[in-house]
């Protein structure tokens, strides 16, 4: 069992930028990709950025390049998601994921085994 807990949402202005925290326990060890998501009201889940354990290689949404940095902390047991020029369309619930197996690299929803509750972002125009 993996447990995530996400913190760090909150409202900021566009431009602005915010850093959301996962952090795990549990048997993180065991994990192959941690990945964030995150969901608008109405629409579906989707893939935003993902760090993979064993090399720290990243990948990220088109939608987020150049503006989010996916990190982590091993002493911490925790990952980081820095969020830079945030825009009103990055509103939305954000969910930190770990996935077991290697799909996960690749921010399939369904290949995550474990999700955190879900913090808001908040943008404003």
């Known amino acids: 069992q993996v447990q995530l807990v996400e913190s760090g949402g909150g409202l900021v202005q566009a431009g602005g930028s915010l850093r959301l925290s996962c952090a795990a326990s549990g048997r993180t060890f065991s994990a192959y990709a941690t990945g964030w998501f995150r969901q608008a009201p109405g629409k579906e889940r989707e893939f935003v950025a993902a760090?993979?354990?064993?090399?720290?290689?990243?990948r990220y949404a088109d939608s987020v390049k150049g503006r989010f940095t996916i990190s982590r902390d091993n002493a911490k047991n925790t990952v980081y998601l820095q969020m830079n020029s945030l825009k009103p369309e990055d509103t939305a619930v954000y969910y930190c994921?770990?996935?077991?197996?290697?799909?996960?690299?690749?921010?399939?929803?369904?290949?995550?085994?474990?999700w955190g509750q879900g913090t808001q972002v908040t943008v404003s125009s």
């Open positions: 994921a770990a996935g077991l197996r290697g799909g996960s690299w690749f921010g399939l929803v369904g290949e995550y085994d474990y």
């Open positions: 760090i993979r354990w064993y090399d720290y290689s990243t």
